[in-house]
């Protein structure tokens, strides 16, 4: 197979970009794309999977209810206290060596849950299991954008933000069969006794295990090997995708040099760990970072706070609808609010735990919700990353303010849906963080998105459980606002980087 001529005419050194685009869009993007899905996959299924099997635990377990509250929470705040650390790593140890050492350890973590014989032993391995496997946000976000030719880069990171709206999905496909089996083993040499709920546990790690496989046979992100001065190092995995994507020899490569048109990583030396910290995370909140880091952790805030905040409510408003009372002529709050007062936790019903229509109903929010997002990388290019977030804002706008009037109840599920859906923006905000940032802080930017998601969410879930029975209006209300706010923030965000010359994009193509 010939190098096209624009190809063959490259000079010895160039810019990353155009040194990344030479070596083509194949396999090797494909490929690590679905690794870092399944990577980021596991890392959701380790929060959420978690609270599907809650119900059986507390049972199983004899849990009370501040128990059940607090063993919910574990996974959230192990995310939220490691990603900083895992930023950290991804930008001064690489963004592979990261998933390679922290991936495999929360997946063993989560698997040692499954078998642990109380309460406190399973709070403490779900929290360190989650803490682990948040370094999937931190490192594999950034390890693909740098993998993947700006053409193609926006769509790459919708599509694995794709894999975080499907995972409550693929959760419930695996529960629902589990779950409705009923078997009790006694292993007095663990002092536990094995039932369902430990299988589900074992068995939503297979993704992680099979991502961590997967990424033994990918490379390090040359752009971050650059970065470190490792330009040998560089070039090499860039002709190692060369071959991947082109099927050429990989000394067929043309580049002999690349430089990267940005600032370097800073030496450290020999800094303590806290300063280290400190200086991956202070430039992003400096000039000339601290404008784009503002807007875009504050977008992320006001959809997150909304987005994860009415989550955990997807299956009681649903089911809300199909209890068998007539809800005809009843706006939303009317009957949220009804559920919400009726809605008691003290008690587990051991005979079935978990109820089938609870996991029927996240499946059909998780499967709009990850088939959106898809729809989302077809129109991203076109349309632009931030015209696109400007949209996602306005129609979560509309829906929230008719999901306030109408009495329609199958209007009323689906508006209350797309007003969740705010959260179809996390692909572009990621893009811009890898866009927007220096290389050697992309990590830490990447994993603070999660902090923020995250932290803002767990607040949100205490403020709407305490406000929905009585004042469901008025906070509906102030999460529009809220939104609002975000909208108009995106308008100031900055416009999206000119795509490769014609020229440089017939290159790409096989």
Known sequence: MDLPDNINSVGKKCDFEKALNITGFGKYNFTQLAVCCLLILAMYIDIFGFSVALPSVACDMQLNTSQQGLLSAVPLIGVMISSYAWGLCADTLGRRKTLLF??????????????????ASL???KFFSAGFTSSANAAGF?????????????RFMFLMASATMYVQFIICVIALPITRTSFTIDVTWLALTYRPWRLLLQVISIPGIIGVIGMLFLKESPKFLLSKGQEEKAIDVLRVIYRWN?????????????????????????????????NQTAPLFQPPLLKNSLKLYYILLCAYMTSTGYTMWVPTMTNAYFDGEDRTGKVFCEVASTAASSN?????????????????????????????????????????????????FAIAIVCGIVLLFIRIPVM????FYFFLYVALILGNVNTYLVELNPTYLRGMATCLSVVVARGFGF???????????????????????LITSGLFVSFFLPPDKQTLSNENIESTQL
């Open 412 to 415: 009323s599920i689906a508006l």
């Open 102 to 119: 922290a991936m495999p350890a929360g997946m063993l973590l989560n698997l040692g849950a499954s078998i642990a014989p109380n309460y």
């Open 123 to 125: 709070a403490v391995l």
């Open 344 to 392: 008691d936790t003290s008690t587990t019903d051991c005979d079935s735990v978990i109820k089938p229509m609870t996991l029927y109903a996240v499946m059909c929010y998780s499967g709009i919700s990850g088939t959106l997002n898809i729809f989302l990388t077809f129109i991203v290019g076109p349309l632009g990353k931030r015209r696109t977030t400007i949209l996602v």
């Open 142 to 154: 950034v390890l693909l954008g740098e993998s993947v030719p700006v053409r193609f880069r926006g």
């Open 246 to 278: 082109r099927g050429l020899n990989k000394d067929t490569y043309p580049v002999k040099s690349i430089f990267l048109e940005e600032t370097a990583m800073p030496d450290s030396g020999n800094a303590t760990f806290l300063r280290k910290m400190w």
């Open 459 to 481: 607040f949100s879930v205490q403020l709407i459980a305490s406000l929905l029975a009585e004042h469901c209006t008025p906070m509906v209300a102030g999460y529009i606002v």
